[in-house]
T-cell receptor, first 110, second 116 residues
Framework: RKEVEQDPGPFNVPEGATVAFNCTYS??????FFWYRQDCRKEPKLLMS???SGNEDGRFTAQLNRASQYISLLIRDSKLSDSATYLC???????????FGKGTTLSVSS | ETGVTQTPRHLVMGMTNKKSLKCEQH?????MYWYKQSAKKPLELMFV???????ENNSVPSRFSPECPNSSHLFLHLHTLQPEDSALYLC???????????????FGEGSRLTVL
């Protein structure tokens, strides 16, 4: 099983749509989870952390299911500016660095 | 100005060349990282330095040689590379390697390497 697995997409949605991305991870001992965003030909940037209780930041909601080793990101009311690749990120076995998924590409159109 | 600066932004080299990638962070962080990003593959962790000591070496071929002379600078020395080493090499920093727990990795814009 890959350390971090995501559906690569692409997800093509109209403005205003709700879209959800899923991610599974293999390290059951991992304690920290994140979503990063990477725009085309740019560096990745932290979007939000993922907490056990679930957390929301504006139009973005992240959920964690430890039993299933599953993380999700929900984007409501999609904007054109949300078009990017979303990277699921978890800690490595040693807890010293972050392991990235391949990313899920989102394209929002008008 | 970005907090993490990488040079050069683009590099083309032959398989017999020796070159170096440079990374400098202006954020006062203690941990620095090299990641490799190839097309259609996830970011691959290469090296982690914490307080100038290497704490992670992710089975990277010896043709890649990192150097961390101080907490603000990180180098990746390249020699006898292969065409499959062509990729975007991203440097990142964090407050310390333990605080990658917070997910606060700050990336540079990357050095795009092409090996002919």
């Amino acid at each position: 099983r890959k350390e971090v697995e995501q559906d690569p997409g692409p997800f093509n949605v109209p403005e205003g749509a709700t879209v959800a991305f899923n991610c599974t991870y293999s390290n059951s001992a991992s304690q920290s989870f994140f979503w990063y965003r990477q725009d085309c030909r740019k560096e990745p940037k932290l979007l939000m952390s993922v907490y056990s209780s679930g957390n929301e930041d504006g139009r973005f909601t992240a959920q964690l299911n430890r039993a299933s080793q599953y993380i999700s990101l929900l984007i409501r009311d999609s904007k054109l500016s949300d078009s990017a690749t979303y990277l699921c990120v978890v800690h490595n076995q040693a807890g010293t660095a972050l392991i990235f998924g391949k990313g899920t590409t989102l394209s929002v159109s008008s | 100005e970005t907090g993490v600066t990488q040079t050069p932004r683009h590099l083309v080299m032959g398989m017999t060349n020796k070159k170096s990638l440079k990374c400098e962070q202006h954020l006062g962080h203690n941990a620095m990282y090299w990641y490799k990003q190839s097309a259609k593959k996830p970011l691959e962790l290469m090296f982690v330095y914490s307080l100038e000591e290497r704490v992670e070496n992710n089975s990277v071929p010896s043709r890649f040689s990192p150097e961390c002379p101080n907490s603000s600078h990180l180098f990746l020395h390249l020699h006898t590379l292969q065409p499959e080493d062509s990729a975007l090499y991203l440097c990142a920093s964090s407050q310390d390697s333990g605080s990658s727990n917070t997910g606060e990795l700050f990336f540079g814009e990357g050095s795009r390497l092409t090996v002919l």
